[in-house]
């Protein structure tokens, strides 16, 4: 083993102009990774790229094609592709008493099928390779629930998706894990940072769910949903066993 052994490791993370995907490139560039920076924020993301020595590739994470165009810029400059990290979110745009088909839709739309189609465009170059590593960005509210309800039922359902799909993906020796954080002080909690505060909260800094990222992907394990909270290094949620009935 070398002494740097990520160094030219090749991990693609979207929503990264910002918060938890920003630190995390920047802790990856850091052990020198080789970024791609994918987000819709293009003046933003390019400077994250910059910083990083990394790729900015303008994404939207509700595109099929934004996706799989992102997976092939990596792939066309870096030659491989080993991690990808969906991270890209939003807050929910309703909840059940301001609810509209068309905030429901956006909010899914970015929390949900985002990750599903990002997954997607992964697993296309990942298969080919048979190894590979994707992390998710799901959240305590996946977990426990959250007064924000679609955004919670967005990353409970990524939550299945991970418990789902591990499995399968461990025969092309690829690996899927979700890493859950709790509060952390990104731009999402802006508006209510000082009630959270007033309330003593605490609230973990980005680059504490960057570390655990870091972590995760290092891990053997796969299936697992992680919790990461402020000042507590990530562990595997610990879901009961439910045997099926039998005869
Ligand atoms: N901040 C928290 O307390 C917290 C807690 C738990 C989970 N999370 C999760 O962490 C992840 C990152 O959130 P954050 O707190 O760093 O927020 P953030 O707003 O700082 O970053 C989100 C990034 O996603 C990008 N983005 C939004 N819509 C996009 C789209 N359609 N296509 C591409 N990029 C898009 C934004 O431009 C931004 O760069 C999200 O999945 C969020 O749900 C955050």
């Known amino acids: 083993m070398t002494a740097d052994p990520a160094a030219g490791t090749v991990v693609l993370i979207t929503g990264a102009a ?3 995907g920003a ?3 920047r802790r990856l560039a850091r052990q020198r990774w080789r970024v791609v920076i994918a987000d819709i924020d293009a003046p933003r993301a390019a400077a994250v790229a910059n910083e990083c020595g990394g790729l900015f590739v303008r994404t939207d994470v509700t595109s099929v094609d934004d996706n799989e165009y992102a997976v092939a810029q990596a792939v066309h400059t870096y030659g491989r592709l080993d991690a990808v990290v969906l991270n ?3 807050a929910g745009r309703c909840g059940l008493d301001d609810f509209t088909q068309q905030r429901y839709r ?5 929390d949900l099928d985002g990750v599903v189609y990002g997954l997607h465009a992964a697993l296309r170059q990942l298969r080919q390779q048979s190894s590979g590593h994707v992390v998710i960005t799901g959240s305590l509210a996946g977990l426990t629930g959250s007064p924000d309800v679609f955004y919670a039922t967005a990353k409970h359902a990524i939550v299945g998706l991970v418990r789902s799909a591990a499995p399968f993906l461990a025969r092309n020796g690829i690996r899927l894990n979700a890493v859950c954080p709790g509060l952390v002080d990104t731009p999402v909690l802006a508006s209510a940072r000082a009630a959270l505060l007033a309330h003593e909260l605490l609230l973990a800094d980005p680059d504490e ?3 655990a990222v870091e972590a995760v992907l290092a891990d ?3 299936g697992q949903a992680w919790v990461v909270q402020a000042g507590e290094p990530a562990k595997p949620f610990d879901f009961p066993e439910i045997p099926l009935t039998t005869r």
């Open 18 to 20: 910002s918060g938890i």
């Open 88 to 90: 890209a979110a939003i």
């Open 220 to 222: 053997e394990r796969t």
């Open 23 to 25: 630190a995390t490139a």
């Open 106 to 110: 956006d909010t899914m739309r970015t």
């Open 209 to 211: 769910i960057a570390a």
